[in-house]
Every structure is written in structure tokens, then in C-alpha cells.
């Protein structure tokens, strides 16, 4: 089945910094989604992108499906940015998401 | 438009009982799916189910644990004979069709605590 991996698996960042969360994938995919789930562990929904860019705020995504990878990038971090950051990816039989290990991102003030 | 909804939110259970978990889906959502995340470890499918019908059930464990979600009421995850390894959160997902054309949403979780 399909293989998600993302890197790197930890961020530490002064607020205020830039930063860019990889997610590599095996297979072509019809659905990719970026998660964050935050300190309480919720799991929120940032983008749903199988491929193009979209921005939203500080956080835009970049999925390039030919080349089967995805970028998250934060501009501007803030302390309510930290937790873990999600990607996953819908399996060729379209049933279910396969979640990568996260990136866990710290971001102090 | 309420989101998916999920309760209880924290359930202890000790060992040998059985644990019920809810979930509601979004308004107009038919579609509902169920992930486990262990402790140290990432989010795993279980099972993927439309109204009186389950679809993928491979990541479901063989026994114990069961899936339904009827035609009336919300999708109810059902492990019997809890065990302190069934210790996670448990999260439900929904989305109005399926997935190669539709994101998923998920609801807060299920925090499990066998003692």
C-alpha cells in the first residue's frame, strides 16, 4: 500500500521564524490533507490539496502530485502554531487515509 | 453548521468491560470512518462505513472490536473485553461522499483509558 513520510520529524522555532514541512508519498494520490493537531489533541483540518497550491493566512500548501510530494509552509510562526503536523493520504482504494508520523513543531516566544 | 461530534470525549473502562464510542457526522455526511492513534504512534485506519453498510473494515482488529452505523443514530465503535493496550484516542471522521473526491473531518476523539 501506499507509504507516507514526513520530514523533518521535529521543528524547534523562535516565534516569528519561517518553516517548511515535507511529506513524501508513494503513489499518485486523489486526496491529500495536511492536519495540525494541537496541544489538546485535536485534529484540525488545514488544507485538502491532491495537488496546485492553496493559501490560507499565514499557512499556504504546494502539492506536486507528479512528483509525489507536498510542502506546508508557516510564515511568521506563533506560539499557538506548536503540535504535531500532520499529512495523509487516501490508499488506491479510496477507503482510507494513511497518516504519516507528523512533524512536531515547537515554537517559543 | 456543527462539526462531527464524538462522546464520550474521556471514557475509563477496567479491564474485561466494554467500552462504547460515538460518533455523530457533520450535517448531510453518510459517510463515517474510524482512526486510532496509540500512544508514541501515528493515526491507523479501522474501519470506513456508510449508513447501514461496512466498506473497509482491514484495519480493524479480528476480535473485540466491532463497527455499525444504522440507518437512524450515530456510528457506534464497540470493543468488548477491553484490554490496558486498547488505551488511545479514537477518532471518527465523516465526509458527504467518498474520499477520492471529498475531504475528511474529524471529530475531537475518544480518549480511551483502560485501567
Known amino acids: 500500500g501506499i507509504q507516507v513520510e514526513q520530514s523533518p520529524p521535529d521543528l524547534i522555532l523562535q516565534e516569528g521564524a519561517n518553516s517548511t514541512l515535507r511529506c513524501n508519498f508513494s503513489?499518485?494520490?486523489?486526496?491529500l490533507q495536511w492536519f495540525h493537531q494541537n496541544p489538546w489533541g485535536q485534529l484540525i483540518n488545514l488544507f485538502y490539496?491532491?495537488?496546485g497550491t492553496k493559501q490560507n493566512g499565514r499557512l499556504s500548501a504546494t502539492t506536486v502530485a507528479t512528483e509525489r510530494y507536498s510542502l506546508l509552509y508557516i510564515s511568521s510562526s506563533q506560539t499557538t502554531d506548536s503540535g504535531v503536523y500532520f499529512c495523509?493520504?487516501?490508499?488506491?482504494?479510496?477507503?482510507?487515509?494513511?497518516f504519516g508520523k507528523g512533524t512536531t513543531l515547537s515554537v517559543s516566544s | 453548521n456543527a462539526g462531527v461530534m464524538q462522546n464520550p470525549r474521556h471514557l475509563v473502562r477496567r479491564r474485561g468491560q466494554e467500552a462504547r464510542l460515538r460518533c455523530s457526522p457533520m450535517k448531510g455526511h453518510s459517510h463515517v470512518y474510524w482512526y486510532r492513534q496509540l500512544p508514541e504512534e501515528g493515526l491507523k485506519f479501522m474501519v470506513y462505513l456508510q449508513k447501514e453498510n461496512i466498506i473497509d473494515e482491514s484495519g480493524m482488529p479480528k476480535e473485540r472490536f466491532s463497527a455499525e452505523f444504522p440507518k437512524e443514530g450515530p456510528s457506534i465503535l464497540r470493543i468488548q473485553q477491553v484490554v490496558r493496550g486498547d488505551s488511545a484516542a479514537y477518532f471518527c471522521?465523516?465526509?458527504?461522499?467518498?474520499?477520492?473526491?471529498?475531504?475528511?473531518?474529524f471529530g475531537p476523539g475518544t480518549r480511551l483509558t483502560v485501567t
Open positions: 490539496i491532491p495537488s
Open positions: 495523509a493520504a487516501l490508499n488506491q482504494a479510496g477507503t482510507a487515509l494513511i
Open positions: 503513489d499518485s494520490v486523489n486526496n
Open positions: 471522521a465523516s465526509s458527504p461522499g467518498q474520499s477520492f473526491l471529498y475531504e475528511q473531518y
